[in-house]
């Protein structure tokens, strides 16, 4: 499974900014897929995911009313809408994939496969 991350970039703090991962390879639909964030000098963390069939999400609590994640298995893609973003979510976000995809985990060690990461900045 390849996963690719697109969408990352420079915004001011109170902007929006969406995040898609397109998925090739395997079968997108079974896997739980999650989005996971790398602050600068800090170990990676769960941000959200989406089960396979869309029907279970869970949100890190600071990404919680700011964050939606979303799936479209017809084009293999799942995105991350970042609306009111803050400085502190300065991060390089990746996308990864759970081949068990019936529940949503936050440990990020769970997740199979991962992205090459995209860069959002948020300027004060």
């Known amino acids: 499974v390849q996963l690719q991350a697109s969408g990352g970039g420079l915004v001011q703090a109170g902007g929006s900014l969406r995040l898609s991962c397109a998925a090739s390879?395997?079968?997108?639909?079974?896997?739980?897929m999650a989005w996971v964030r790398q602050r600068p000098g800090k170990e990676r963390e769960f941000v959200t995911g989406?089960?396979?069939?869309?029907?279970?999400?869970d949100y890190e609590d600071s990404a919680k009313g700011r964050f939606t994640i979303s799936r479209d298995n017809g084009k293999n893609t799942v995105y991350l809408q970042m609306n009111s973003l803050k400085p502190e979510d300065t991060a390089v976000y990746y996308c990864a994939a759970d081949k068990f995809g019936v529940a949503v985990v936050t440990r990020v060690g769970e997740y199979d496969y991962w992205g090459q990461g995209t860069l959002v900045t948020v300027s004060s």
């Open positions: 989406i089960s396979g069939s869309g029907a279970l999400i």
């Open positions: 390879g395997g079968t997108f639909s079974s896997y739980t």
